[in-house]
């Protein structure tokens, strides 16, 4: 990432220079973190260093970080008990006193169920279009096919 960044900015001044790279940083900063000092964002990029940060930070929650999130929702979730989007009634709070009556009075409806399922399958596919880093083409798969 370093080397992308001394190409474009060989020197910091460049960087402190460009209005459309400070009005990026400054919106995310007042958008997506409020304006919160406390939050540890940037409001400003004046180094080098300091951008190929931000930018190594950005491609990694957009990319990696997210499919160890996504990825596996689908997996984990498609047994409802794992994650039930909803519970009509507070789990028992004692091991071992409740029935199969209880429980099917407790976990959402068939219904409700399949609209969670779906968009945990929908979340876990790899999108259609989806050109993997290092590639220049969409991997092709089978429409049918999740991941």
């Known amino acids: 990432m370093a080397g992308f960044v001394q190409y474009y900015y060989w020197n910091d001044d460049r960087i402190r220079g460009d209005a459309e790279l400070q009005?990026?940083?400054?919106?995310?900063?007042?958008e997506a973190f409020q304006s919160?000092?406390?939050s540890g964002a940037p409001s400003t990029l004046a180094t080098a260093e300091e951008l190929t940060k931000f930018l190594t930070m950005v491609i990694f929650t957009c990319s990696a970080q997210h499919a160890a999130v996504n990825s596996g929702q689908f997996d984990f979730?498609?047994?409802?008990p794992n994650m039930p989007p909803t519970m009509r009634r507070p789990p028992p709070t004692t091991k071992g006193?409740?029935?199969l009556e209880?429980?099917?009075k407790i976990i959402p409806q068939v219904n409700i169920t399949c609209i969670a399922l779906s968009s945990l399958w929908l979340l876990s596919k790899e999108a259609g279009d989806q050109v993997s880093g290092g590639e220049t083409?969409?991997?092709r798969?089978?429409?049918?096919?999740?991941?």
């Not at 009005?23 to 007042?30: H, L, N, P, Q, R």
């Not at 798969?141 to 991941?147: G, N, P, V, Y």
């Open 36 to 38: 919160r000092e406390a």
């Open 141 to 147: 798969r089978k429409d049918w096919e999740l991941t």
């Open 97 to 99: 006193t409740a029935s």
């Open 23 to 30: 009005a990026w940083i400054s919106e995310i900063f007042k």
């Open 137 to 139: 083409q969409p991997r």
């Open 102 to 104: 209880d429980i099917l």
């Open 77 to 80: 979730g498609a047994w409802m």
